[in-house]
Nanobody, 122 residues
Framework: EVQLVESGGGLVQAGGSLRLSCAAS????????IGWFRQAPGKEREGVAC????????YYADSVKGRFTISSDNAKNTVYLQMNSLQPEDTAVYYC???????????????WGQGTQVTVSS
């Protein structure tokens, strides 16, 4: 059974940092694309950062480039999202997702975690 469990969300002031973790199990971690997505109230779920297993490329949404970094520890089957210089517009529920193919859009992912809330106060 594929499981993705996010952690690390919370409340932070603007300009602060958080690191999200996604612990994966039930599949061969190295073979799956992994992505971080977020969804704010009333908005569509959007891709934040994604790792492609086909060519190792990494995608970042324009809104987070230079501030967020996705990384993976294959030995621990864990993916991280380091978020720096957080702004109120980063407030959302953040989800980890996995798929054999994946991509940059939420509909390209089959497996999802339960999400973790990130709130940035001004």
């Amino acid at each position: 059974e594929v499981q993705l469990v996010e952690s690390g969300g919370g409340l932070v002031q603007a300009g602060g940092s958080l690191r999200l973790s996604c612990a994966a199990s039930g599949f061969t971690f190295d073979d799956y694309a992994i992505g971080w997505f977020r969804q704010a109230p009333g908005k569509e779920r959007e891709g934040v950062a994604c790792i492609s297993r086909r060519d190792g490329s990494i995608y970042y949404a324009d809104s987070v480039k230079g501030r967020f970094t996705i990384s993976s520890d294959n030995a621990k089957n864990t993916v991280y999202l380091q978020m720096n210089s957080l702004q109120p517009e980063d407030t959302a529920v953040y989800y980890c997702a996995a798929d054999r193919v994946g991509g940059n859009y939420y509909h390209e992912y089959e497996y999802w975690g339960q999400g973790t809330q990130v709130t940035v106060s001004s």
